[in-house]
Each structure stands twice: as structure tokens, then as C-alpha cells.
């Protein structure tokens, strides 16, 4: 069975573009994959930002930890757990400022860990989450796709490759306020055209 995990990280909620983005991409999986499990994680509603406890607890041996680094370790590894049993990925990337979100940076933070989904070699760096396939809904105001003011899309495609995840589509609704319609057709093309 899939199992699809949609990560949301729009401040704006329920009237995010990227959310109704995600939301497609989501259901045209669905129609491919009628019995998937999907898991969602709304960034939004808080994942804490790595700091020394969260890097003290992680890298604690479990049987070491104190109850407080317990309680974060497990937020931690749960993070992991989700991405680890996903077989698809569905990530919504608003563009702020020209980067993303400060919530997507610190889910980012807690999928790249060494030892869990990656190793560091002689020859370099391995990815762990081989196997997997990621959706990114890309939306911003102004900001195109892939452009030199992109410093999101190519941000996102490295780091999963990093971890092990090199399938990886771009779904865009960009520069929205040059014309938000055209912007969101473009986008309802590209979900219809996605190889569920």
C-alpha cells in the first residue's frame, strides 16, 4: 500500500495557494492510488526549530536521555518516521522573500540527520531515503520558478537529494500577482499532467 505524506507550511492556512496546490496534487495521487494512507503535517501549527537540547537529545543514546529530552526526542523522531515510511511526498514551498518558509527549514532540519537519512562516506555524503518520490507545490507572488530571485526550488531539490530523495516534480504557481488565474491554471495543467 502508499502511503503519501503532505507537509503544508503556509502561514496563511486554509487560504494558501500552495495549500489548494497541495491539496490537488493530493487528490490526483489519489486517483492513482485509491487505498493510499496519507499522513498530513501542517507546519504551520509549529514544529519546533533545532537548538542545543534538540541537538543533545537527538544525538543521546535513548536510554541516557532525561525525561525532557525524551519528550523532544520523540517529536524529533517522530518528524523522521513520517518521511521514512512515506513512499510519496507532497510539499507545499511558499516563497517569502525569496526563500522558504522558516517552518519548512526547520522540518529540513529535522529529516537531515546523520545516521538516519544520510551517512557521510569516503567517497561523500549518501542519502538514506532512497526510493521515494517527491511533489513540490511551488507558489509565490512574484518570485518564477527557477529563476536567480528562486532561492527556494533549488534550496528544496538539493537538500532532498542529500537525503536520498532525487525524484522530485515541481508543480509551480508562480508570480501570482502578474495575473493569479493564469498563475493557477498553469498549475491545474501541471497537476493533470503529473504521472501519478
Known amino acids: 500500500m502508499t502511503t503519501i505524506l503532505r ?46 537540547p534538540w541537538l543533545g537529545s537527538v544525538f543521546t543514546a535513548p536510554e541516557q536521555r532525561t525525561a525532557d529530552q525524551q519528550e523532544i ?43 538516519e537519512s544520510f551517512v557521510y562516506t569516503e567517497t561523500g555524503p549518501v542519502g538514506l531515503l532512497t526510493g521515494k518520490r517527491a511533489i513540490v507545490a511551488f507558489t509565490s507572488d512574484g518570485t518564477p520558478l527557477g529563476s536567480e530571485l528562486d532561492h527556494a526550488s533549488g534550496w528544496l531539490r538539493q537538500v532532498l537529494g542529500f537525503v536520498g530523495i532525487t525524484d522530485v516534480d515541481f508543480v509551480a504557481a508562480d508570480r501570482m500577482v502578474f495575473g493569479a488565474d493564469e498563475a493557477m491554471a498553469r498549475a491545474e495543467a501541471a497537476v493533470a499532467a503529473l504521472a501519478a
Not at 90 to 110: E, M, R, T
Request: overall charge neutral; proline content about 3%; aromatic content about 4%.
Open 7 to 52: 507537509i503544508d507550511s503556509s502561514i496563511k492556512g486554509e487560504a494558501a495557494v500552495s495549500r489548494r496546490l497541495t491539496q490537488r496534487i493530493l487528490d490526483r495521487l489519489l486517483e492513482a492510488h485509491p487505498d493510499a494512507t496519507v499522513v498530513s503535517r501542517d507546519l504551520a501549527q509549529g514544529i519546533r526549530q533545532i537548538d542545543g
Open 73 to 115: 526526542a520523540r517529536t524529533a523522531d517522530a518528524v523522521m518516521a513520517e518521511v521514512k515510511e512515506a513512499d510519496i511526498l507532497v510539499i507545499a514551498l511558499p516563497v517569502y522573500n525569496f526563500g522558504a518558509p522558516a517552518q519548512l527549514k526547520s522540518w529540513v532540519d529535522h529529516i537531515a540527520r546523520r545516521g
